[in-house]
């Protein structure tokens, strides 16, 4: 299907795709040319408008990008705002363009996007999208910032950064540079989790721009999502054949002139099955040139195809990369909902206020499910949860865990089949089963869509697709893509987690099998067996089951079994097995073996050096409802007696575990809150202990706690994992000496966002000093204080005057209290001030050794008309 098929006639192709429920007709571009088209209708309305769009004004004069720029070259932004009214005067500036083809083009993308579907394209109930809408949380990110990270833990570490100063950029000001920015942006690297938000970030951008509210200086957009790009990867067609399939409009358009700013935009590269070869020597320069799919969107991202087009391309984290970053001009970050928005979508998802604020208040009491609602998608699993359970007609326990939230939506959905009345051809259990084997071998395999070979695999009839996708409605979608492809996908990552999880459950519980044993891959078979000694036999009890996923998810690298993992401990508590006894029979297991994994759980969060592992670890305890780490922890913080307690290694996870996930943002971490004074030895193993907690807060406090050249070590590597979210550092009275270095590099790191320094008493020598002074001379624009006192600098304060002197600096305060600074020391300072004198506002040189020509120049200083310093001692 994928690979063979030939290209059909665009009128066939849209008549089958009109029969699956599309919600854009295309047809009519080829129905009765000789008939008038009409404009360009609002969406909601009759009216029509009585002129064809005029897309610029008359008097504008278009940039032509090719005459400024090579190929490659970052172009002019799109930005310029149009505000041309849509009803005025066809323009002339274009002689032959076909405006009703444009006004056509605009229709059919509105058409397209107005309806946002919250579950199947064609199943789902649709709502417009500007009814609905919520602003998501978008911020620059740095390029390179790739994480491979399971996303929920990117979820969770995104919801503790939640009060970062980072500037938010607008959907529809992607191309816009921030106004501290000096750049042009052509090609755009959106990325985030699935289900955070993307492709409706596209959909609002493409809506709004047809109906003419934003972006109007583009004439032309064209969505070529990598899921539909993927049914064309063996077809040879040039650019310009594959937009006419895409866009049948297009033929009746002249694209390969500089007269159109078009926008190319590429959603979903973690989908792309396209071997995309950035290093490839074919080079495309005319869109009538023919070639492979891969080909030709490699050269049009590069820009040797079109090299005036704008391109936006929208990623999950862990494929970010494979677009290299010198073909990259800006890279977003969609980060979901913040706090506001979280509420907002809510009570513009849910009509009756009181009932929206109960789901908020619900929500709120469980740490684990607000965090979740950084994803939009998990916000909509929610409401239709809660909205159900809440309604006076249901009783029963509201959901605290993922577990229940999910098994609820699955019984949701099921009961919704049964309400659709389907002829019912598989048994509730049958279906659940196919799709979790489905969901689970896919999951292993590390895919998000699959084709329908995978399904056959399953013992899924092709055939009976779209009824198997209809029976689990939202949970299992079925994708059309052009050539009468299917693509397979459940709405997001963390439903299909949550059947693969079920499958292996009822597949113990009900058939007695250890599904494990079936896993193909080549590491499940050979490595862990031999790790673990584990028996060919499939039959062993629950507990063991539980271990061998707790040991495959510890295994993995990306921690990409974490929440199936806690899917599967959850899915094994009696209360979930009543549950699930709503829609199937089952066996109800022993609660002694829940007991015996709760034990390993224990066992491997007191082995483990990965906290991110651990973290999951303590979620996995919090789904089996053993709390009892946790509450003893959380009263040692109460009472504030935790410095004087002989905390174990599990206890110190559990620590961190209750500070990562507490509801206070971390904003001030203090270490002398957790250690004694000057207990060297013991302090830097709890330091080392509490690393991912530092790593997560904006000011950080290690004063007088006895931090060694190890200990700093460990802090400076931390710290490079958190260079934009720190803003305070406290070092004072350790005995840092020339590990000072390492922190140096940390901060000349272009991403480092540092602004005070403290290192007091430290004992800081030349060669510390000259590091530091290297580092901020590379990067001098983010600091603006530094305490360096009681340190013996003596005449290398004259590297720190080359800062001071840099047009760049931004220091604002320098402490420099008994540094054994000199005449010819003091002389350089003030000669830095003189070149530089507007950023410096404190400068404390109290107890140095400054004779009188020291003091004449400071006192000649202050009468300096440029003199700017607020505080001055000496």
């Known amino acids: 299907m994928r690979s063979d098929a030939s290209l059909p006639h665009p009128v066939n192709f849209l008549k089958n795709y009109e029969s699956i429920g599309h919600p854009q007709n295309l047809r009519s571009v080829y129905q009765k040319k000789s008939e008038p088209e009409s404009s360009c209708v609002s969406m909601r309305t009759d009216v029509s408008l009585p002129h064809p769009v005029n897309f610029l004004k008359s008097d504008d004069t278009r940039f032509n990008l090719k005459s400024i720029l090579p190929p490659r070259s970052v172009t002019e932004p799109?930005?310029?705002?149009?505000?041309?009214?849509?009803?005025?005067?066809?323009?002339?500036?274009?002689?032959?363009?076909?405006?009703?083809?444009?006004?056509?083009?605009?229709?059919?993308?509105?058409?397209?996007?107005?309806?946002?579907?919250?579950?199947?394209?064609?199943?789902?109930?649709?709502?417009?999208?500007?009814?609905?809408?919520?602003?998501?949380?978008?911020?620059?990110?740095?390029?390179?910032?790739?994480?491979?990270?399971?996303?929920?833990?990117?979820?969770?570490?995104?919801?503790?950064?939640?009060?970062?100063?980072?500037?938010?950029?607008?959907?529809n000001h992607i191309f816009r540079p921030l106004p501290e920015q000096d750049k042009a942006i052509r090609t755009v690297l959106t990325k985030g989790v699935a289900g955070i938000g993307k492709t409706v970030s596209v959909q609002k951008f493409i809506l709004d721009w047809a109906e003419g509210k934003e972006n109007q200086d583009v004439q032309l957009i064209f969505p070529l999502p990598f899921r539909e790009?993927?049914?064309?990867?063996?077809?040879?067609?040039?650019?310009?054949e594959l937009l006419h399939v895409f866009f049948p409009e297009t033929k009746e358009i002249e694209i390969s002139s500089d007269e159109y700013q078009v926008l190319f935009i590429f959603d979903g590269l973690d989908e792309c099955r396209l071997s995309l070869d950035f290093k490839s020597k074919v080079n495309l320069c005319n869109i009538s040139e023919s070639a492979s799919v891969d080909v030709l969107l490699m050269n049009l991202i590069v820009g040797n195809l079109l090299p005036s087009a704008l391109i936006w391309i929208t990623s999950r984290p862990a494929a970010a990369d494979l677009v290299p970053s010198e073909c990259v001009h800006r890279v977003t970050e969609v980060r979901g909902f913040n706090e506001p928005q979280k509420q907002e979508y809510f009570r513009k998802r849910i009509s009756e206020k009181r009932l929206a604020n109960r789901i908020i208040s619900h929500l709120k009491s469980s740490r684990s499910l607000y965090i979740m609602c950084h994803i939009p998608v998990f916000c909509w699993i929610s409401a239709a949860v809660l909205e159900k359970m809440l309604s006076p007609a249901e009783s029963g326990e509201i959901p605290k865990t993922l577990t229940q939230m999910y098994t609820h939506f699955l019984i949701l959905q099921t009961n919704i089949k049964h309400e659709k009345d389907y002829e019912k051809k598989v048994t509730d259990e049958d279906m659940i089963l196919k799709l979790g084997k489905v969901a689970f071998q896919q999951l292993v395999k590390g895919?998000?869509?699959?084709?329908?070979?995978?399904?056959?695999?399953c013992g899924i009839d092709v055939t009976e697709a779209s009824v198997y996708?209809?029976?689990?409605?939202?949970?299992?979608?079925?994708?059309?893509?052009?050539?009468?492809?299917?693509?397979?996908c459940f709405v997001h990552l963390s439903i299909q987690e949550h059947l693969a999880a079920l499958y292996v459950h009822l597949s113990w519980t009900n058939h007695n099998r250890n599904v494990f044993e079936q896993i193909t891959n080549h590491r499940f078979q050979s490595e862990m067996k031999k790790l673990y000694q584990l028996s060919s036999s499939e039959h062993v009890s629950l507990s063991e089951l539980h271990q061998r996923a707790i040991d495959e998810a510890l295994l993995s690298k990306n921690g990409h079994l974490d929440l199936f993992l806690r899917f599967l401990l959850g899915l094994s508590v009696e209360s979930h097995q009543i549950l699930l006894q709503?829609?199937?029979?089952?066996?109800?297991?022993?609660?002694?073996?829940?007991?015996?994994?709760?034990?390993?759980?224990?066992?491997?969060?007191?082995?483990?050096?990965?906290?991110?592992?651990?973290?999951?670890?303590?979620?996995?305890?919090?789904?089996?409802?053993?709390?009892?780490?946790?509450?003893?922890?959380?009263?040692?913080?109460?009472?504030?007696?935790?410095?004087?307690?002989?905390?174990?290694?599990?206890?110190?996870?559990?620590?961190v575990f209750v500070l990562l996930t507490s509801e206070e943002e971390?904003?001030?971490?203090?270490?002398?809150?957790?250690?004694?004074?000057?207990?060297?030895?013991?302090?830097?193993?709890?330091?080392?202990?509490?690393?991912?907690?530092?790593?997560?807060?904006?000011?950080?406090?290690?004063?007088?706690?006895?931090?060694?050249?190890?200990?700093?070590?460990?802090?400076?590597?931390?710290?490079?994992?958190?260079?934009?979210?720190?803003?305070?550092?406290?070092?004072?009275?350790?005995?840092?000496?020339?590990?000072?270095?390492?922190?140096?590099?940390?901060?000349?790191?272009?991403?480092?966002?540092?602004?005070?320094?403290?290192?007091?008493k430290c004992g800081v020598t030349d060669e510390g000093c000259a590091a530091l002074a290297s580092a901020l001379r590379s990067n001098p624009s983010h600091l603006r204080e530094l305490d360096l006192s009681w340190n013996k600098l003596g005449d290398s304060v004259k590297l720190l005057s080359d800062v001071l002197q840099n047009p760049h600096c931004k220091l604002e305060k320098l402490r420099l209290i008994d540094c054994g600074v000199t005449d010819e020391g003091c002389a350089a300072l003030v000669s830095a001030l003189r070149s530089n004198p507007s950023h410096l506002r404190q400068l404390n040189l109290y107890r140095n050794k400054l004779g009188d020509s020291s003091r004449k120049l400071l006192s000649d200083l202050k009468n300096d008309p440029h003199y700017k310093l607020e505080t001055l001692s000496y």
């Open 78 to 171: 799109i930005c310029k705002r149009y505000d041309q009214p849509m009803n005025q005067p066809q323009d002339s500036t274009y002689p032959g363009v076909r405006h009703e083809v444009l006004n056509m083009f605009r229709k059919n993308l509105m058409k397209k996007f107005e309806r946002l579907y919250e579950g199947t394209a064609t199943q789902g109930n649709p709502t417009l999208l500007n009814e609905i809408y919520t602003e998501l949380y978008i911020t620059e990110s740095e390029s390179g910032e790739i994480s491979n990270e399971h996303e929920v833990r990117q979820i969770e570490t995104q919801s503790r950064r939640a009060a970062t100063e980072d500037t938010a950029i607008k959907c």
């Open 229 to 240: 790009m993927n049914l064309m990867k063996d077809k040879t067609l040039s650019l310009s």
């Open 447 to 457: 895919n998000l869509i699959f084709y329908e070979e995978d399904l056959r695999e």
């Open 469 to 488: 996708s209809g029976l689990c409605t939202q949970i299992f979608r079925e994708e059309f893509g052009f050539y009468h492809g299917k693509v397979f």
């Open 582 to 655: 709503r829609i199937m029979k089952m066996k109800r297991s022993s609660s002694d073996s829940n007991k015996k994994t709760a034990v390993y759980i224990k066992e491997m969060i007191r082995t483990t050096d990965s906290p991110e592992k651990s973290i999951n670890l303590f979620h996995c305890l919090n789904e089996l409802g053993d709390h009892s780490l946790v509450e003893e922890i959380q009263r040692y913080l109460k009472s504030g007696t935790i410095k004087e307690a002989n905390l174990s290694s599990s206890q110190w996870s559990a620590v």
């Open 666 to 760: 971390l904003n001030v971490f203090c270490l002398y809150k957790f250690v004694k004074v000057n207990n060297e030895t013991g302090n830097m193993n709890i330091l080392q202990k509490l690393l991912p907690v530092i790593k997560e807060s904006r000011s950080v406090k290690l004063n007088y706690c006895g931090v060694t050249d190890e200990g700093c070590a460990a802090l400076a590597s931390a710290l490079r994992s958190n260079l934009s979210h720190l803003r305070k550092l406290n070092l004072s009275g350790n005995k840092l000496g020339d590990s000072v270095k390492l922190l140096s590099d940390v901060l000349q790191n272009p991403h480092c966002k540092l602004e005070t320094l403290w290192l007091s």
